[in-house]
């Protein structure tokens, strides 16, 4: 049994309250497979989607340690309403290794 993240409207609806307009995730006409739903260098967000549901966010950043990852994070976190020690923890570790999943 698969565990979905967020139906993809109810998440581009919260998310896109939360950031300026170049972060602003898109519309899609996707149903299955990975979707990039944020493309404003340096960061690209895509998700993974069945259906209407999200399976996976992707946060791909070229270089470490913009603000940009920081406010993408911090919009996923409070979309998905999943503020807690153990998601804030793998932020820090993925930031240090610079893979960010």
């Not at 139906?7 to 995730?25: A, G, H, I, P, T």
């Not at 690209?44 to 791909?60: F, L, N, R």
């Not at 994070?73 to 153990?86: G, K, P, Y």
């Amino acid at each position: 049994m698969t565990k979905y993240l967020s139906n993809y409207d109810n998440l581009k609806d919260r998310y896109n309250q939360q950031v300026s307009n170049e972060l602003k995730m898109n519309d899609i006409s996707a149903t299955e497979g990975q979707v990039t739903v944020v493309n404003q260098a340096p960061i690209k967000v895509s998700v993974k989607i069945q259906g209407i549901q999200v399976e996976q966010i992707i946060i791909q950043v070229a270089g470490l340690k913009t603000p940009l990852y920081d406010t993408v994070f911090m919009a996923l976190e409070a979309s998905l309403q999943c503020a807690s020690i153990n998601f804030y923890n793998a932020y820090q570790k993925q930031s240090v290794l610079g893979q960010h999943k």
